[in-house]
């Protein structure tokens, strides 16, 4: 089945104790993006990388690292995490980017739901 | 990036169609109009997009206005299943990061 994954789905954490959150996707995507959901302000984009050791930060990087070295996987990575990057977090992914054609539908992965305590 | 402004909420009944309106008075030409939902605990998932001529999919219908100003996703058939957040966004053409700008969206409410 074709999909986006994500772990883990639910994480709870206290400040400053780096961690990671896995992406991965086995539509042989080239684009895959993070954004992170919050109440009132919608989903905003946090990196993105358009191809394989390709990557560029998005609207709200601040705290955030990511890294691209196999096509399917994409993680995040809080060096040192702090309360206000508590929020939904959501992976996606993209077929293509020849001719950078903005139609390509994005595929989301389920979630992860980070809480720093 | 042009906006989107959408109705925070509405309701329908099961089996009915539903109409969600989206007005872009500020698109560009080379805007493409997408429509994308949230089911409740889910992530975004793609709906249906266009450019100038109405299109359908087995999952809707989205009807753009002449001027390209506006926009109407129609469900022909409302289900329970169908209840989500819909949103309306503009994407150029040519992006360099793809990226999808959220708003709030409309809150659908489907009443068995």
């Known amino acids: 089945e074709a999909q986006v994954t994500q772990n883990p789905r639910y994480l709870i954490t206290v400040t400053g104790k780096k961690l990671t959150v896995t992406c991965s996707q086995n539509?042989?995507?080239?684009?895959m993006s993070w954004y992170r959901q919050d109440p009132g302000l919608g989903l905003r984009q946090i990196y993105y990388?358009?191809?394989?050791?390709?990557?560029d930060k998005g609207d709200v990087p601040e705290g955030y690292k990511v890294s691209r070295k196999e096509k399917r996987n994409f993680p995040l990575i809080l060096e040192s995490p702090s309360p206000n990057q508590t929020s939904l977090y959501f992976c996606?992914?993209?077929?293509?980017?020849?001719?950078?054609?903005?139609?390509?539908?994005?595929?989301f992965g389920p979630g992860t739901r980070l809480t720093v305590l | 990036d042009a906006k989107t402004t959408q109705p925070n909420s509405m309701e329908s009944n099961e089996e009915e169609p539903v109409h969600l309106p989206c007005n872009h008075s500020?698109?560009?030409?080379?805007?493409?109009i997408h429509w994308y939902r949230q089911l409740p605990s889910q992530g975004p998932e793609y709906v249906i997009h266009?450019?100038?001529s109405n299109v359908n999919n087995r999952m809707a219908s989205l009807a753009i206005a002449e001027d390209r100003k506006s926009s109407t996703l129609i469900l022909h058939r409302a289900t329970l299943r169908d209840a989500a957040v819909y949103y309306c966004?503009?994407?150029?053409?040519?992006?360099?990061?793809?990226?999808?700008?959220f708003g709030s969206g409309t809150r659908l409410l489907v009443r068995p």
């Open positions: 996606a992914s993209s077929p293509g980017t020849s001719g950078r054609s903005s139609y390509n539908e994005q595929f």
């Open positions: 539509m042989n995507h080239e684009y």
């Open positions: 990388s358009m191809n394989v050791e390709v990557t």
């Open positions: 500020t698109i560009s030409g080379t805007d493409y």
């Open positions: 266009g450019l100038t």
């Open positions: 966004i503009l994407r150029p053409r040519f992006h360099s990061s793809y990226k999808l700008i």
